[in-house]
């Protein structure tokens, strides 16, 4: 069984940056792509970005150029750098572990706990 452990969220001015991080249980960067989602109050669940076991990334318009996803294969960990950060940033973002399509759609298998941001002065 996979488990999904982030850290990092918070409370953060409008413009300041964050770095979320997930640790995986066991080793499955070889195996999965992994993602991060976010969840804002009375919004449905989006994919925010998400990286391939080969370090392939994809990101959603709205974070482009301001979020950067990495992952450290031999900590088994996944990271969301997140700068420049708006309001409209504020949400529950979760960890996920899933499949990466040779259509460029990815789903998710797995699902971390998740971790509150808060953007707000």
């Known amino acids: 069984q996979v488990q999904l452990v982030e850290s990092g969220g918070g409370l953060v001015q409008p413009g300041g940056s964050l770095r979320l991080a997930c640790a995986a249980s066991?080793?499955?960067?070889?195996?999965?792509?992994m993602g991060w989602y976010r969840q804002a109050p009375g919004k449905q669940r989006e994919l925010v970005a998400d990286?391939?076991?080969?370090?392939?990334?994809n990101y959603a318009d709205s974070v482009k150029g301001r979020f950067t996803i990495s992952r450290d294969n031999a900590k088994d960990t996944v990271y969301l750098q997140m700068n420049s950060l708006k309001p409209e940033d504020t949400a529950v973002y979760y960890c996920?572990?899933?499949?990466?399509?040779?259509?460029?759609?990815?789903?998710?298998?797995?699902w971390g706990q998740g971790t509150q941001v808060t953007v707000s002065s």
């Open positions: 990286i391939t076991n080969g370090g392939s990334t």
């Open positions: 996920s572990a899933g499949r990466k399509y040779t259509t460029g759609s990815y789903t998710s298998h797995y």
């Open positions: 066991i080793n499955i960067f070889s195996i999965y792509a």
